[in-house]
């Protein structure tokens, strides 16, 4: 699109491969994407691909298995999910992805930081900043723990922001993320969502629906206005879900349909967003 890139997520639901999808990301229109890392994901074949595409390898996305084990388990465990960040970090290089994601926690059952998770989290900021990569911090659940990185890491240039829009409905409550960290904000991860199912406000994954922008309540003309505040001018990167959740439907659309049409449908909103920004210029 003119003045505007996008980004999205490769999809293991669309059955279709990696490199294929690529393909088809380009074809549709989108300039870039990210990818988990995984080890049968063959991320130098992707990285081959992508640049006879002349994409962006906009960032690889840690798995986050072991996040909460790096704040509360006996340091042997711990260490194995600092290495399997540090593996990550080490792909990131070789791909040459700028950018590392990584969930700062994972469960809704536990808000206690503590400061071997900081001194471990630590290692892994000291490994990527040895290496030239940005290890950017999504908003998920545990804010406490987003709030200690972010904070403890205030003044390391190596550490950033990852904004996920459905999170912050979902999983924060729909507190305004991008006031506390809009300034350190590295990269997006852009999608839709309903918000939190229970009347009392008990979260859940459940929830995190990562619907196409527009088929939610989220208001995109305030995210656009938010986004610009920021000052962010990168690619748009978008975080999309094919499947629903267990015992929801609202993503079953998405996998009925042909993915090349899907794609054109995901182009087509990232383009709404787009349009709301340059407007805004």
């Known amino acids: 699109m003119w003045k505007k890139q996008f980004a999205l997520g490769l999809s293991r639901a669309c059955g279709i491969g990696f490199i294929d999808q690529l393909e088809m990301l380009k074809n549709t229109g989108f300039d870039g994407f990210f990818v988990i890392c995984d080890p049968d994901v063959d991320m130098l074949g992707l990285a081959k691909k992508a640049k006879e595409l002349d994409m962006r390898f906009q960032s690889v996305h840690a798995p986050w298995d072991m996040a909460?084990?790096?704040?509360?388990?006996?340091?042997?465990?711990?260490?194995?999910?600092?290495?399997?960040?540090?593996?990550?970090?080490?792909?990131?290089?070789?791909?040459?992805?700028?950018?590392?994601?990584?969930?700062?926690?994972?469960?809704?059952?536990?808000?206690?930081?503590?400061?071997?998770?900081?001194?471990?989290?630590?290692?892994?900021?000291?490994?990527a900043r040895q290496r030239g990569i940005k290890i950017a911090f999504e908003n998920v659940e545990g804010m406490e723990f987003l709030d200690a990185l972010m904070t403890h890491f205030a003044n390391d240039d190596t550490v950033?922001?990852?904004?996920?829009?459905?999170?912050?409905?979902?999983y924060n409550y729909s507190q305004d993320m991008l006031a506390k960290y809009g300034d350190r904000l590295l990269c997006t991860h852009l999608n839709d969502n309903l918000g939190i199912k229970d009347f009392d406000g008990k979260i859940t994954w459940l929830d995190d629906l990562h619907l196409?922008?527009?088929?939610?309540?989220?208001?995109?003309?305030?995210?656009?206005?938010?986004?610009?505040?920021?000052?962010?001018?990168?690619?748009?990167?978008?975080?999309?879900?094919?499947?629903?959740?267990?015992?929801?439907?609202?993503?079953?659309?998405?996998?009925?349909?042909?993915?090349?049409?899907?794609?054109?449908?995901?182009?087509?909103?990232?383009?709404?967003?787009?349009?709301?920004?340059?407007?805004?210029?």
């Open 68 to 127: 909460a084990e790096l704040w509360h388990a006996e340091d042997e465990k711990a260490q194995r999910g600092v290495k399997k960040l540090q593996t990550c970090v080490d792909h990131c290089v070789a791909v040459q992805a700028p950018i590392l994601v990584v969930h700062p926690f994972v469960g809704f059952d536990r808000h206690d930081v503590t400061e071997i998770g900081l001194a471990r989290y630590g290692q892994v900021v000291d490994y």
């Open 160 to 170: 950033g922001f990852c904004w996920d829009s459905g999170h912050e409905m979902c």
């Open 212 to 281: 196409l922008p527009f088929d939610g309540v989220a208001d995109w003309k305030y995210i656009a206005q938010r986004l610009q505040k920021c000052g962010f001018t990168d690619i748009l990167t978008f975080e999309l879900n094919l499947r629903s959740k267990p015992g929801r439907h609202e993503n079953d659309p998405y996998g009925q349909m042909p993915y090349e049409q899907y794609l054109a449908m995901a182009y087509a909103r990232a383009c709404r967003i787009g349009k709301m920004l340059i407007d805004m210029e």
